[in-house]
C-alpha cells in the first residue's frame, strides 16, 4: 500500500484554507477539533480502496442511528447519539479529504452528502418526539415529526436557492454580501439572531448535546420532564426559523 502520506502533505490537499474558512462550508466544531482528528484518520484510509462515496453512505448510517439510539431510555441513549452524530460529523469531514486526495469527485457524492444531512437532522428529531412520549403520550411523537419537517424545510430552502439559480441561468453565488438582506428592518433581525446563535439548535450536532442534558436533567424533574421542555423549546425555534429563513432569502440578493 505503500507509506502513508505526511500530515502537512496531506492538508494543503484535503484540507484547503477556502473550505475551512468558508462560514456555511464548514460547521465550527469541524474548525475546532474534527478537522484535526479526520485528517489522522483519513492519512490511513487513503491507502486503501475505500471510495469517498462507501464514507458519504457511512456518514448517513451514522446520522440515522443517532436518531434511533434516542428510542434508548436514559442517558445511555442520549450518550449513543452524541457519540453518533460525532461519527456523523467525522465521516462528513472524512469522505470529502479522501476525495480531495483521490480526486474523485461524483454528483452522487454530493447528492448522498445532502441527503445525510437532512435524513441525521430528521432522524434526531424524531427521534427525541418518541423519547419524549415514554410514558405513553402520542402528542409528543407528533411534535417530533413536526420538528423534523421544519428541520427539513430550513434545509431545503437553503439547498433550492441553488436550483433556482441554476434553473434561472444564474451562476452559483458565493459571495457572503449576496446573503445579507436589502430591507433594515430584516438586516437587524438577522444580525440579533446570529448573535444569540440560537438557530444552532435546530442543527443535529449541537440538539444531540442538547437532549444529552436533557436526559441529564430528567431524573431530576421526573420522568422525561425535561426532554419535553427541550423538545418544545427546539420545535419554537425551528418553526420561528422556517418563515424567518424564507424571508431572509426572499430579501436578500441571492436570487438575483
Sequence with gaps: MGAA??????????????????????????RLYMRRVSLRVTR???RTPVTPNQLTWTMVVCGVA???????????????????????????CVDGEVARWKR????????????????????????????????GAGGWVSLGLATALGVVLL???TD?????RARGGLPVSADDEA??????????????????????VTNGLEASL??????????????????????????AVTWVMVPAHLLSILSSSRLR
Design 210 to 235: 442538547v437532549l444529552l442534558a436533557a436526559s441529564l436533567a430528567d431524573p431530576a424533574v421526573g420522568g422525561v420532564g425535561a426532554t419535553r421542555w427541550v423538545l418544545v423549546a427546539l420545535a
Design 104 to 135: 474523485v469527485t461524483s454528483a452522487t457524492g454530493v447528492y448522498v452528502d445532502r441527503l445525510g444531512a437532512y435524513l441525521a437532522d430528521a432522524a434526531l428529531m424524531a427521534g427525541a418526539g418518541f423519547r419524549a412520549a415514554q410514558s
Design 44 to 46: 490511513h484510509l487513503v
Design 160 to 164: 433550492l436557492v441553488d436550483v433556482a
Design 155 to 157: 434545509k431545503a430552502s
Design 179 to 200: 446573503t445579507r438582506p436589502r430591507s433594515q428592518g430584516v438586516a437587524a433581525a438577522r444580525r440579533i439572531a446570529a448573535a444569540f446563535k440560537i438557530h444552532r
Design 5 to 30: 502520506p505526511a500530515l502537512q502533505e496531506l492538508r494543503e490537499v484535503c484540507q484547503p484554507q477556502a473550505k475551512l474558512a468558508s462560514r456555511n462550508g464548514e460547521h465550527w466544531m469541524g
Design 66 to 92: 443517532a436518531g434511533a439510539a434516542l428510542l434508548i431510555p436514559g442517558v445511555p441513549g442520549a450518550l449513543l447519539a452524541v457519540v453518533l452524530f460525532q461519527g456523523f460529523l467525522l465521516f462528513d
